[in-house]
């Protein structure tokens, strides 16, 4: 089974920063795709960014400049550095894991870490 636990979330003013977390726990395959996701009311979930394990980064167009995704192998662990925040950033977002292995794919989702930008 794999567990993901995301963490630093909150509130903050336009223009601001937060940093968020995931740290995943379990089997988890090495070679994986770990990445964040997000989810307004109102609107489906969608893409923010993605790194892989060999290095590789993909972001949405609406974040690129402004957030900056990383990775932790050893520990299992994804970041979402974002500054600049704009309030239209505001949503539920939520850590992916996933993989493929033997011809079958897996994806693991956190339980979600609201963002609030207003002023």
């Known amino acids: 089974q794999v567990q993901l636990v995301e963490s630093g979330g909150g509130s903050v003013q336009p223009g601001g920063s937060l940093r968020l977390s995931c740290a995943a726990s379990?089997?988890?395959?090495?070679?994986?795709?770990m990445g964040w996701y997000r989810q307004a009311p109102g609107k489906q979930r969608e893409s923010v960014a993605t790194a892989t394990s060999d290095g590789r980064t993909n972001y949405a167009d609406s974040v690129k400049g402004r957030f900056t995704i990383s990775r932790d192998n050893a520990k299992n662990t994804v970041y979402l550095q974002m500054n600049s925040l704009k309030p239209e950033d505001t949503a539920v977002y939520y850590c992916n894991a996933a993989w493929r292995r033997r011809g079958v794919s897996y994806s693991y989702w956190g339980q979600g870490t609201q963002v609030t930008v207003s002023s």
């Open positions: 379990g089997s988890i395959f090495s070679d994986n795709a």
